[in-house]
């Protein structure tokens, strides 16, 4: 794109992020902060994410953007046209055509390979930050590795609920070192962070933080013997394509309490559709 | 000066992403090698730490340069500009033999990310002593082939890796490949 570098960011700020993701990489779980720029949107947009694929983004990579697992959101489609713009890069929807996906909130169903890099969109890398405002505090609990803070609110979740009350953002230990945030993902999703085969990079924009796990590390989240980890899986089959193994987004259909429950991520949804998997609301979409 | 000073990449975006790339994955799974492309190095320095120092080095990283490749610093110097700093305060060190790592930043507990970088060029990475690499990035331990570490590497670098998160990483070069030691990998003779 004419009057932009590759990629929209400079080299020296590219440099200087590429500098950042290899410590990270070293550091499996560990915040490496870093410059974060002005970028043509707001803080909250994925900045962060989008930085860290200004850094790595080639002519020859094939990006994915997700957002909730959608290809087809304002954030997502803002953010292909963004690189497909200023880099030039082919775009896909289909997560197994992709060398690169940069996602907001989630995790791709389809297992991701060893050749493949994902972006994580992350509004707040410090895990402890609801726990602990002071960010010298978290900083000295990280170097000692002490994180009875979040044991104590997992065990009070569980005295006060009977179980632990975290939907989303499920706090992770990483490379049996650090405590990290996976991202607002589901904590349905974070089982497939577990010795995943590809790198997972993490950028926060607003909070100038990067983070990242490389491929095949082992990625715990948080709980008691007692109280073993456990995904939610919703008690639906998808309306659409009828997956019962998928993550499940509700929609509202009507004003008389109807509703669909569908495949959060649409390019799994479409995928099996075209294979001729048919939910039961998917016959009536197919009739009309 | 030398009025023969060799340029430096020939695409210099391009070129310095594929090498980012390379050394991204080689860090992220220690023990692969990449190839790297787009610059002829100064003697002494072999293409793949030239390509290297070009990717990630500038005004910002104070690098140590080893003694025995001063030819090349004038080449680094004006590719780069980074200031020439001595091992306790290098982000970079350009080495062509083991640099003593205890003379290097390892970091601090609370900013282990501020640890130096040896680039260390060597004579292979596919034949000579065998190691045995363990650790995040790897399925199954690997084993790789390096020529030109001292015989005693693995005890050295058992020093390094015991101090983990804080530490010492490696990026190793021979000709135009490279690969990566990050300071969270174990390293046995094989």
Known sequence: MKGYNFAYLDEQTKRMIRRGLLKAVAIPGHQVPFGSREMPLPYGWGTGGIQVTASILGANDVLKVIDQGADDTTNAVSIRRFFARTAGVATTTATAEATVIQTRHRIPEKQLREDQIIVYQVPQPEPLFRLESSRVETKRMHGLSDYGLMHVKLYEDISRFGQISISYDYPVMVNERYLMSPSPIPAFDNPKMDMMPALQLFGAGREKRIYAIPPWTRVKSLDFEDHPFRTINAPHPCGLCGATDSYLDEVVTDNHGGRLFVCSDTDHCAERRAAGHVGTDGFQEAAE | ?190
């Open chain 2, 1 to 190: 000066m030398s009025n023969d000073l060799s340029p430096a990449f020939a695409d210099p975006i391009a070129d310095a992403q594929s090498c980012f790339r390379s050394v991204l994955d080689a860090m992220a799974r220690p023990g692969h090698r990449h190839a790297t492309s787009g610059v002829s190095a100064p003697a002494p320095l072999c293409d793949a730490a030239a390509a290297v120092l070009l990717t990630l080095a500038d005004h910002e990283t104070p690098l140590w340069l080893d003694p025995a490749a001063a030819d090349a610093s004038v080449w680094i110097t004006f590719h780069t500009g980074a200031p020439a700093a001595p091992p306790a305060q290098a982000m970079f060190a350009m080495a062509l033999s083991l640099p003593d790592l205890t003379h290097l930043s390892v970091g601090t507990d609370e900013t282990p990310e501020t640890s130096a970088t040896v680039i260390l060029q060597v004579a292979s990475l596919t034949t000579g002593q065998r190691y045995v690499l363990e650790g995040p990035g790897l399925r199954e331990p690997k084993v790789v082939a390096i020529d030109g570490l001292p015989p005693d590497f693995a005890a050295i670098w058992q020093r390094n890796h015991a101090q983990y998160p804080l530490g010492v990483d490696l990026i190793l070069c021979a000709g135009n490949q490279l690969t990566a030691l990050p300071r969270s990998v174990s390293i046995k003779d094989a």
